[in-house]
T-cell receptor, first 112, second 113 residues
Framework: EDQVTQSPEALRLQEGESSSLNCSYTVSGLRGLFWYRQDPGKGPEFLFTLYSAGEEKEKERLKATLTKKESFLHITAPKPEDSATYLCAVRTHNNAGNMLTFGGGTRLMVKP | KAGVTQTPRYLIKTRGQQVTLSCSPISGHRSVSWYQQTPGQGLQFLFEYFSETQRNKGNFPGRFSGRQFSNSRSEMNVSTLELGDSALYLC????????????FGEGSRLTVL
């Protein structure tokens, strides 16, 4: 059974204090790892796709990386507007079509 | 370009009733997926439709069902509601046949009393 675990569950940062969120996975044949951002009362919003170990993607203050066992979402000099829940998800050989298995999420709070 | 639209946004039902939720995907998107989100279980996959065919079904009881129409709009139905069905039900669409880049609606929040 595919498993995705995110840590920490919650993270409080001061504005400008860089940190990393972790997504570890145990799956049968990874076909892609995806990061999403979810604001309260909204649906998740797609951020990044990573397919192979060593791959990196960047967008503004966010950088996602992938190894064979985990992915990191690095947040550099965060701002209060970066506060949200960050979700990672995987597509695997077990999942046909567009089915994703999500982790529990990390709730990020950035204080000014 | 309009996003994914879900109706109703909020609804309250009592145990034993049934409910139908609707999802209008982004124009041109043929894949529609449904997810249940709860504080305890997080986001869990319910089912996915592509061009009116169910391609995947998650580990939910048969009380949960869905369908997709020829215009790609989708509905999901939950019969004989239980307290544990209280959740945010999210619909997502994509134009791609195989992808993890999904566009989510804002969800339908169901409360079962």
């Amino acid at each position: 059974e595919d498993q995705v675990t995110q840590s920490p569950e919650a993270l409080r940062l001061q504005e400008g204090e860089s940190s990393s969120l972790n997504c570890s996975y145990t799956v049968s044949g990874l076909r892609g790892l995806f990061w999403y951002r979810q604001d309260p009362g909204k649906g998740p919003e797609f951020l990044f796709t990573l397919y192979s170990a060593g791959e990196e993607k960047e967008k503004e203050r966010l950088k996602a990386t992938l190894t064979k066992k985990e992915s990191f979402l690095h947040i550099t000099a965060p701002k209060p507007e970066d506060s949200a829940t960050y979700l990672c998800a995987v597509r695997t050989h077990n999942n046909a079509g567009n089915m994703l298995t999500f982790g529990g999420g990390t709730r990020l709070m950035v204080k000014p | 370009k309009a996003g994914v639209t879900q109706t109703p946004r909020y609804l309250i039902k009592t145990r034993g009733q049934q409910v139908t939720l609707s999802c209008s995907p982004i124009s041109g998107h043929r894949s529609v997926s449904w997810y249940q989100q709860t504080p305890g279980q997080g986001l869990q996959f319910l089912f996915e439709y592509f061009s009116e065919t169910q391609r995947n079904k998650g580990n939910f009881p048969g009380r949960f069902s869905g369908r997709q129409f020829s215009n790609s709009r989708s509905e999901m139905n939950v019969s004989t509601l239980e307290l544990g069905d209280s959740a945010l039900y999210l619909c997502a669409s994509t134009a791609q046949e195989i992808t993890g880049e999904l566009f989510f609606g804002e969800g339908s929040r169901l409360t079962v009393l």
